[in-house]
Every structure is written in structure tokens, then in C-alpha cells.
């Protein structure tokens, strides 16, 4: 199937139907929030709703994967916290009656278009990050400007969503939202298709011998998924056990996670793949999965990896990991940084052989399958089955 063309909103039909709903992002690049909101887009097309996807600027890897049937529309902005004029054009003529926003920046916009725009429209918020930002910088002035434009804007929107309970309680400490409802929403991860995705192939390094264990991590290359760590507990893991590790994803510390490797005498032991579209391919393949952030809002890998039957190894870090593993009930829990216990844990698991998916984490997968969150984006979205959206939309903004 064919992604839909990008419209320029400055080509946008003020005569057309206005869409049930609008999912709002910054890019299309290939990080969690973007899978959400397009996972989210086929959910509600499924449900028989018009469906339009805003981008503040039309780019990233994901542009191939937005859902045949979605209005997909540009704001052309050269950077987001300038795309407010062309957020306010999108709204007077496409007239959402429910917008869903994520990524920091672009709930600003979506905020602020809510506070100047004379359409009337339900703004749910979604945060899908930590508000603060991991390491030994307690005062975090750089971020500065940030929380107070995030302070002074979202208690405009009609509900403000945290993805998981570490992020909702920090949606709760923000001056000002005392009286914005907040609730806790997980991700949507397993979909349709998300088990013919996991059984394919994934191309391996001719490095890696048919049969040959690899120890896997997807995540953007970036300080935050602390991959230094990582590369530091597996250098001391394959001096014991023949493994490679294998890391998928994109970003700007891809030449110093290189010269590590190279400095840990690792580096035909350890490959950066770059980004690859279907993930769950190398997740169903691979002998471990590893997180080894300093933070994260949910963690989208560890539920794919869980689903697609890898062992789960991940930092006990702010937020999501041990919600998901359900208190390591489901995965190994390691402290932040601790390379030793992240080098054990990696052994440990390459010494065991993959067990098959029990009953018990099959059901606990279901809390965070497409069905069971769509549902709840529906609610609060007031795009309930049985009335129109507008009129459910008047319901859920009178009660």
C-alpha cells in the first residue's frame, strides 16, 4: 500500500468535510511518539473515522509508513516553535472538532492554537517524555525556557496525557494544571500485523553466523539510551561468550559510539545498523534485548521485544521500564550506569535458552495492544461509537 501524498496547508480546501480528528507531531522521524500517533491514525481509519495527520515539517523515515486513508498535511515550518501561524490556518480551515498532540515542542503549538484560535475544538495533550532530563545537572538551566513555555500553556488543553505513571505524576507537579484532568494512557504497540512483521528476516551482518547469538538495543544514538554503558558491559560479556551486539537507530552520536567500540577492541563485535524499519524482525532473532537509558517516558522497545519473545534487560530508569516488566516480573531490572550488573545480566541471559511466551505475559501484553488504548483515546477524545463525534464531543465537554 501507498503512503498518502503531503498537502502544504496552503493548499488546503476550506470547503472539505472537517476531519473527526487531527493528530498533531513535528516530523515524521522514526522515534516512539511518531509510531504511536501513526499506529493510533489505522486505529481510529479502522473505526470508520476521517483522520488527519499534522507534521510541522514534512520529514523523517516514517513518511513510507502513514496509513493509506489519512489526510497527511504539512505546515512547512522551518522549525516548529515558528509553525503557530500555519497551526492557526490548519485550524480555521480544516476545523477539527478533537486535536491529539505529542512531542514537547509541538504540545506548545497545539496549546497556544487552542488559546488564539476562534475554533472551538478538544485538545488532548500528550507527553510521552520526561520533563527533566537525566545526568548530574540538577538545575537544568538549558531547560529553562522550555518548562516555563510548558508551564504557561498546557493548562489549556482540555486533558493533558501521561504515558506512563512517571510522567503523569510530573504532569501533576506543573504549576498551573491543578485543575486540567490528567490521566495515564500507555502506549499502543501490539497491532495488527505485528506478528507477520516480527517472523521476517532481518538482514544481518555477514559478520554474524547463521546461528550465531546477538545481544540487540533500537534506540536513537543519542546520550539519553547511554549506550556507552552498554558497549562497556558487553566488551567484558563477549571476552566470555562468543555474541555480537547489534543497535538500530539513528542519531548524532553514531562516530563516538564507533571510536568506543574501537578503544574497547569491540568493534567487529559490534554493529550500528542504522535506522531499520521493521525492528520486530531483529527482536524475534535476537538472543536478549537491551535498554540501558538513563531515562525514558514509556519504552516502546521493551513491550515490542516482550511481544516478539526476547528476554528483557533494562536500567531501572524514570519512567516506564518497571511498569512494564511489572516490577521485573517479566525482564531484568539493573540500576542506571551500573555496567557490572548490565554485563551480568546480559551473560546470564545468553547462558539460558529463550523461553516461550507464557500465558501470563500474553495477557499482560494486552494492556498495551491497539484495541484496549484506541478504546481509551475514544473516550477521552469524546469519539465514541454510536453518535457522531461532534455530538459526543459536546457530551464529554459538558460533563
Known amino acids: 500500500m501507498t503512503a498518502p501524498a503531503c498537502i502544504p496547508v496552503s493548499r488546503l480546501a476550506a470547503d472539505g468535510t472537517p476531519p473527526d480528528i487531527a493528530l498533531f507531531l513535528p516530523t515524521l522521524y522514526s522515534g516512539g511518539a511518531e509510531r504511536v500517533q501513526i499506529n493510533l491514525a489505522q486505529y481510529f481509519l479502522d473505526q470508520g473515522l476521517k483522520v488527519d495527520l499534522v507534521v510541522c515539517k514534512y520529514f523523517g523515515s516514517l513518511k513510507d509508513k502513514v496509513p493509506p486513508g489519512v489526510r497527511l498535511i504539512s505546515l512547512d515550518a522551518f522549525k516548529v516553535m515558528f509553525s503557530l501561524p500555519a497551526y492557526l490556518r490548519y485550524l480555521r480551515i480544516a476545523r477539527p472538532p478533537a486535536v491529539l498532540s505529542s512531542v514537547e515542542n509541538a504540545n506548545i503549538i497545539s496549546c497556544l492554537g487552542k488559546m488564539f484560535s476562534s475554533h472551538r475544538h478538544r485538545l488532548l495533550v500528550r507527553l510521552d517524555n520526561s520533563l527533566s532530563e537525566p545526568g548530574m545537572r540538577p538545575l537544568q538551566m538549558h531547560r529553562w525556557p522550555m518548562m516555563t513555555a510548558i508551564a504557561s500553556t498546557f493548562h489549556v488543553a482540555d486533558e493533558l496525557i501521561g504515558v506512563s505513571e512517571g510522567v503523569t505524576e510530573q504532569l501533576r507537579g506543573l504549576p498551573g494544571v491543578g485543575s486540567t484532568p490528567i490521566r495515564r494512557i500507555y502506549n499502543p504497540i501490539i497491532h495488527k500485523g505485528f506478528d ?13 553466523a547463521p546461528g550465531e547469538p546477538f545481544v540487540l538495543a533500537v534506540g536513537r544514538l543519542h546520550e539519553q539510551k547511554d549506550y556507552g554503558s552498554l558497549l562497556r558491559a558487553f566488551a567484558r560479556v563477549v571476552k566470555q561468550r562468543p555474541s555480537h551486539l547489534v543497535i538500530l537507530g539513528e542519531g548524532g552520536d553514531r562516530e563516538k559510539l564507533r571510536s568506543l567500540a574501537d578503544s574497547l ?8 545498523l542504522g535506522y531499520k524499519a521493521n ?4 527482536m524475534r ?3 536478549a534485548f537491551v535498554l540501558s537509558s538513563r531515562a525514558e517516558g514509556f519504552g516502546n522497545v521493551i513491550v515490542e521485544a516482550l511481544a516478539c519473545g526476547a528476554p528483557v534487560i533494562s536500567t531501572d530508569c524514570p519512567h516506564g521500564p518497571r511498569e512494564i ?12 550506569g551500573d555496567i557490572d550488573a548490565l554485563a551480568q545480566a546480559i551473560a ?9 511466551l507464557s500465558n501470563e505475559l500474553k495477557q499482560h501484553l494486552q494492556l498495551f495492544s491497539i484495541e484496549a488504548i484506541g478504546k481509551q483515546y475514544l473516550e477521552e477524545l469524546g469519539l465514541l461509537s454510536g453518535a457522531t463525534p ?4 459536546v457530551k464529554v465537554a459538558v460533563a
Open 196 to 208: 507477520a512483521l516480527a517472523d521476517q528476516t532481518p538482514e544481518l551482518p555477514s559478520a554474524i
Open 279 to 282: 525492528a520486530l524482525a531483529y
Open 285 to 287: 532473532q535476537a538472543a
Open 390 to 393: 461532534q455530538n459526543k464531543l
Open 325 to 336: 516488566l511489572a516490577d521485573g516480573r517479566f525482564g531484568t531490572l539493573v540500576p542506571v
Open 348 to 356: 546470564a541471559s545468553l547462558d539460558r535458552p529463550k523461553p516461550a
Open 265 to 272: 577492541g569491540i568493534a567487529s563485535y559490534v554493529h550500528l
